[in-house]
């Protein structure tokens, strides 16, 4: 489950990115990353032509 908020302008994009890792399989107690939140980065710049 997560969320995220992107800005573009002029072929450069950046975002923010937030959420919390919640497995559905019934191994999910042995994955280190269960039900721990994480926020990640996201850039980008449009490098061919196009609208």
Known sequence: ???AALFAYDGFSAGLLL???TPLSGQSNKWYYANKP???????????GGK
């Open 1 to 3: 489950m997560g969320f």
């Open 19 to 21: 959420g919390i890792d």
């Open 38 to 48: 994480w926020i990640g980065l996201g850039f980008g710049y449009k490098i061919f």
